[in-house]
């Protein structure tokens, strides 16, 4: 089996993670639904449609040239321990915000600067970690409607940058390239932000939006 | 003399600090231009316009009743505490970017977590430190150009915030409550973000807008 191509979604059954799955495969592309239980990626991959498979997350992350991990915070050490050994030379995208309930609402970076620093820390050097997504409110991700927000993507190549930021447009939002993966604190940041924001002016799903004339890079 | 309503404007001889203090003063509200020598600050404030003066930072600082700090990260910890015995009781909003030049492109927040949690710090319990006005295109600002950016106002107490939301708007943006002053790491990396977009797109000052709807809190 050829992994070209093939974007797997670790915590593929989570709100994030199969709104991601379905957009991507409503685009076209090959992609696995990984899970810690292999019979849920397979439940999930069925009933979100054609083009999409499921697996368990070490075995979907096996079989792709992507692996996009969408877990909390809390799960992440474990899950990238997992899926580690399959994933040298690969790009993941890691899109974990260190939200740390109960206090969602406060800004609480990790010791490593960011979760996308942490993510590189834990995966080591033959990995090359990109992080995007922070900002997307998964539900609206996951009826098609507008979002209203555009996805910052950070990483310290510019070449694997620009696969994830093809990877937004595909699921319908604008990427762009915003630096080196330690700029990821800033849009790890705006979650907790936004969700303040929701609460306090009664938003369903606030998002950021770049403004300003941009020219292809 | 009376400080209600006062407005002083800390390194008012700066970018933004010239921009805020001339919208300001156009809105109608009394500005004092500080700056670190008294004969600059008269000098800009009499170039600015009407409804202007310019002091020593001290006693800018010590005749207003909300006091906007915007000097250089660099200059942060000198001019914090040459205006502390000036500040007691009132409203300090920190408008502090930790860029760490030459890499200005990169998020560098400094140990205390956001330039304004070391304001806070320095400061004092005593001051009410408010943050604000980080992702303003301070050239826009000056010129009255629509700036395209909204202003996330952070601090521990709500009704401060809610005095500086009043300031943006008074300004020109739109303020909006984004939460304690530890949420003012988002805003502060994202100056980061906005410049390396700048850089690579070739935007002329980009920025960032909250897209959903917002009912007044």
Known sequence: ??????????????NLGAALARRLAEAGRKVIIGSRSAEAAQ??????????????????????????????????EATLAAIRPYVAGKIVVDTTVPLMPP????????????AAQRAQKLLGEGVTVVSAFHNVAAHKLATGEELGC????????????????TLAAQAGMRGIHAGPLANSASAEAMTSVLIFINKNYQVDGAGIKITGALKES
């Open 1 to 14: 089996m050829t992994t070209e191509g093939t974007i797997a979604v670790i915590g593929g059954t989570g």
């Open 43 to 76: 439940r999930a991959a069925s009933e979100f449609g054609s083009g999409l498979t499921g697996l368990a997350n070490e075995q979907a992350a096996e079989a792709a040239e992507i692996v996009i991990v969408t877990v909390p915070f809390a799960a992440q």
């Open 103 to 114: 206090k969602v609402m406060r800004v609480q970076l990790p010791p490593e600067g960011s």
């Open 150 to 165: 555009d996805v910052l993507v950070f990483g310290d190549e510019k070449a694997a940058r620009a696969k994830v930021v």
